[in-house]
């Protein structure tokens, strides 16, 4: 059984710092896209960033240069770095997971989901 668990959110100020961490247990694949997703009260849920097995990355524009995926494939963890936070980076983050393909491009939709971290940022 697939379970994907996170931990590492809190409440910061404005311009601090939180690193989210991701632990993926039941599964262990050569091949997967995970990502990051969040969703503040009365908003959709938006991707944040992903990275695929392939080594390669994205992240939503609105966080470019201050947020950064990895994933620690010892450890079977993905991280999220988030530097400079913002009160509009208030949400409940998610971590998603595909096991079937390299590219995160290729995810149609994410099988398997934490249950979610909350970060509340301050101004």
């Known amino acids: 059984q697939v379970q994907l668990v996170e931990s590492g959110g809190g409440s910061v100020q404005a311009g601090g710092s939180l690193r989210l961490s991701c632990v993926v247990s039941g599964y262990i694949s050569s091949s997967y896209c995970m990502a990051w997703f969040r969703q503040a009260p009365g908003k959709e849920r938006e991707g944040v960033a992903d990275?695929?097995?392939?080594?390669?990355?994205s992240y939503r524009d609105s966080v470019k240069g201050r947020f950064t995926i990895s994933k620690d494939n010892t450890k079977n963890t993905l991280y999220l770095q988030m530097n400079s936070l913002k009160p509009e980076d208030t949400a409940m983050y998610y971590c998603?997971?595909?096991?079937?393909?390299?590219?995160?491009?290729?995810?149609?939709?994410?099988?398997?989901w934490g249950q979610g971290t909350q970060v509340t940022v301050s101004s």
């Open positions: 990275i695929g097995s392939i080594g390669r990355t």
């Open positions: 998603a997971a595909d096991f079937t393909v390299r590219w995160c491009v290729a995810v149609g939709t994410f099988g398997y």
